[in-house]
């Protein structure tokens, strides 16, 4: 190899890893079968509007709005794999970012692994195809707030509401139904501080919330698969 090729070789790579310390995002073209496959990480907890402390792992909602509607515009990039380990956030931001995936008209996948819980079961189920990992998890519980709640009928109707939007894109993106997920949501029994449900790998495909059981190679080569489909 030429230095010149070396060079250039060094400075995608260095690009590489500047991007995944920053965004938690790369994109996979280093396979022969040259179909790019764009990597997004929702890791910690999803940030909205306000800040979080320096100290906490967050995906930033602004960072991955963008990326997606560049991804949509893209001739290079022919399928997206997301990869979830959050323990939830922001509604907005989390409903803004599965809504997108759920638009984008090229192959995608979701992965769970630690968890995807609370505001994640959405962006878990957003993709054409969901795994999850046997160990990884997810929480089933209703809507909260944080700070001054007004204690008047239309807070209630407002919670209702945020509840029902949340409810409505679950069910509509995989297999289980609106009372079954609701039965889940105001499960008292299993949450020690919470009402609730958390649901182990198996449990989730069960449930008809997840796919299938897998791993990284089980989704990166269903995604090939499905990409393979499509030309």
Not at 54 to 78: F, R
Not at 93 to 105: D, F, P, Q, Y
Not at 170 to 194: A, F, N, P, R, W
Request: glycine share 10%; proline share 2%; hydrophobic share 35%.
């Amino acid at each position: 190899m030429s230095e010149e090729k070396k060079e250039k070789k060094t400075e995608k790579e260095q690009h590489r890893d500047e991007r995944i310390e920053q965004t938690g995002q790369v994109t996979l073209d280093e396979n022969a079968q040259l179909e790019n496959i764009h990597l997004i990480s929702i890791i910690g907890e999803i940030e909205g509007h306000d800040n979080l402390n320096s100290n906490s792992k967050t995906t930033k909602y602004e960072h991955i709005l963008p990326s997606l509607a560049a991804i949509e515009d893209s001739s290079d990039i022919q399928g997206v794999l997301v990869l979830l380990n959050t323990m939830g956030g922001d509604v907005e931001a989390g409903l803004a970012i599965a809504e997108m995936i759920a638009s984008l008209s090229k192959p995608t996948v979701s992965l769970v692994l630690g968890g995807s819980h609370s505001i994640g079961v959405p962006i878990a189920v957003s993709t054409d195809y969901s795994f999850i990992v046997p160990t990884g998890t997810m929480v089933i519980h209703p809507v909260r707030m944080n700070g001054t709640v007004i204690g008047v009928a239309q807070t209630f109707e407002y919670f209702k509401l945020i509840q029902d939007r949340i409810t409505g894109f679950v069910c509509s993106h995989c297999g289980i139904d609106k009372d079954k997920l609701e039965q889940l949501m105001t499960e008292t029994g299993i949450l020690t501080k919470d009402v609730g449900t958390i649901l182990v790998g198996e449990e989730a495909v069960n449930h008809g919330i997840i796919n299938e059981v897998g791993g990284i190679d089980r989704a990166i080569q269903k995604l090939h698969d499905m990409i393979k489909e499509t030309e």
